[in-house]
DNA sequence: CGGAATCCCAAAGGATACTG
DNA sequence: CAGTATCCTTTGGGATTCCG
């Protein structure tokens, strides 16, 4: 990079690189969507399928630290820790979840138009 | 991965991987935003900031297979190549003007809190 | 002009082991 | 339990060159 002058749009750039990731999104819904408000590092770890210890780890840590997710300590033996949206990362569920409706309403089609782009050309 | 019986949110997981990649995004508001609803290969190239040759190729096969893309093109010498939102597409794009105007309203919060806490926790 | 192919480095991310 | 630290493999992606 570092070629054009940084347009304005490179703040739109810049978030997506980290926001847009694969396992914000999904951490952030499940934060969204759990009936209680605060979920234990545990549990998230098993309802975010397939993300590891250390990606959830790394991305709680960078949602804290954009303001996004709040982390509760609480110093007992064994430890807890609660995370949970704060009102700005919840500002950003209605887009997140506009985003994976329309996945889940094309989802089919775009499997479809996969296959037929795969079988014409090889 | 391998390890879940790979859920229903596996298509959400699935699509979060190519769609919410970043290229992918901008590629897509590009071209929803511009004047002509078809756009040249060189002109994107141009448009997206910080885009290589090889990504935009790769982005827009991409979008070309899952059928958000159409490819139009016009066998002269030299060649021209136009790109422009499949209807699919073009469905898709609200929602990421909303995930763009959530990003542009939040964006000076995000790096306040990210200077604060880097302050705080060395 | 609009790619495709190759090379190669840097970053992402999983597995494992250890700790407060 | 909720991490941190380390290692090591995989992937992303830039630079370059060549082709229709």
Do not use: N
């Amino acid at each position: 990079m570092a070629k054009s002058p940084v347009p304005a749009s490179c703040s739109e750039h810049g978030v997506m690189t980290s926001l847009g990731d694969k396992w914000t999104i999904l951490v952030i819904l499940q934060l969204a969507r759990a009936p209680e408000p605060r979920q234990r590092f545990s549990r998230l770890r098993r309802d975010v399928a397939g993300i590891s210890q250390r990606m959830l780890t790394v991305t709680l840590r960078m949602l804290e630290r954009h303001g996004l997710v709040v982390r509760h300590y609480h110093a007992e033996v064994p430890p807890r820790v609660e995370y949970e949206l704060s009102p700005m990362g919840a500002s950003l569920v209605p887009a997140l979840e506009t985003f994976a409706a329309w996945i889940a309403t094309h989802w089919d089609a775009m499997m479809q138009a996969r296959d037929d782009y795969d079988v014409q050309e090889p």
